[in-house]
């Protein structure tokens, strides 16, 4: 059975500092990996989507890498900003090409 | 283009009561989910829907829920009896891939802050 982790459960750093995000999973038997930021009172929005394929993408800011074989990935996070707090979750999709596992989150404050 | 909208944003009622949560897809996107989220369990995905026909329920919590997605443009969530352990957040996501479709990520509606008194 699959699970995802991120750890830490929360991060707080001064603005302008590169930060990494952490997120495991235990069955490499993946179709991707997915990010994404929940602001409070809000829905979840897509930041990155790697393909298993892939071992990358970037947005802007934002750099996510995937290493299967070690099952992991993690989002870079470069010259933080304060509107960059927000929680960050990771989800894997698997065999079900719908079913997304998903981690409990990283609460991230940037502290201006 | 409008995203995901979800209604009511807020809903606060009696133990017992029928609860109806209402969601309108981005247009075009064929397949919807519901979840549930909640502190101590995070996001749960309740039941997915593809081209309007749920293809798995198997995360509805027990008979008092239920999923309808009349048409391509509207899902509506109903828990009756609703009961204080329902309480949660309710997103409504959807996404323009199928089963066995490529890879694309799912768009979630704000969701519904839902308290059973």
């Known amino acids: 059975k699959q699970e995802v982790t991120q750890i830490p459960a929360a991060l707080s750093v001064p603005e302008g500092e590169n930060l990494v995000l952490n997120c495991s999973f235990t069955?490499?038997?993946?179709?991707?990996l997915q990010w994404f930021r929940q602001d409070p009172g809000k829905g979840l929005t897509s930041l990155l989507l790697?393909?298993?394929s892939q071992r990358e993408q970037t947005s802007g800011r934002l750099n996510a890498s995937l290493d299967k074989s070690s099952g992991r990935s993690t989002l870079y996070i470069a010259a933080s900003q304060p509107g960059d707090s927000a929680t960050y979750l990771c989800?894997?999709?698997?065999?079900?090409?719908?079913?997304?596992?998903w981690g409990a989150g990283t609460k991230l404050i940037i502290k201006p | 283009d409008a995203g995901v909208i979800q209604s009511p944003r807020h809903e606060v009622t009696e133990m017992g009561q029928e609860v109806t949560l209402r969601c309108k897809p981005i247009s075009g996107h064929n397949s919807l989910f519901w979840y549930r989220q909640t502190m101590m369990r995070g996001l749960e995905l309740l039941i997915y829907?593809?081209?309007?026909?749920?293809?798995?329920d198997s995360g509805m919590p027990e008979d008092r829920f239920s999923a309808k997605m009349p048409n391509a443009s509207f899902s509506t969530l109903k828990i009756q009896p609703s009961e204080p352990r329902d309480s949660a957040v309710y997103f409504c996501?959807?996404?323009?891939?199928?089963?066995?479709?490529?890879?694309?990520?799912?768009?979630f509606g704000d969701g519904t802050r839902l308290s059973i008194l």
């Open positions: 996501a959807s996404s323009p891939m199928g089963t066995g479709g490529i890879n694309q990520p799912q768009h």
């Open positions: 989800a894997v999709e698997g065999d079900s090409n719908y079913q997304l596992i």
């Open positions: 829907f593809n081209n309007n026909v749920p293809i798995d």
């Open positions: 790697i393909q298993s």
């Open positions: 069955d490499s038997a993946i179709y991707n």
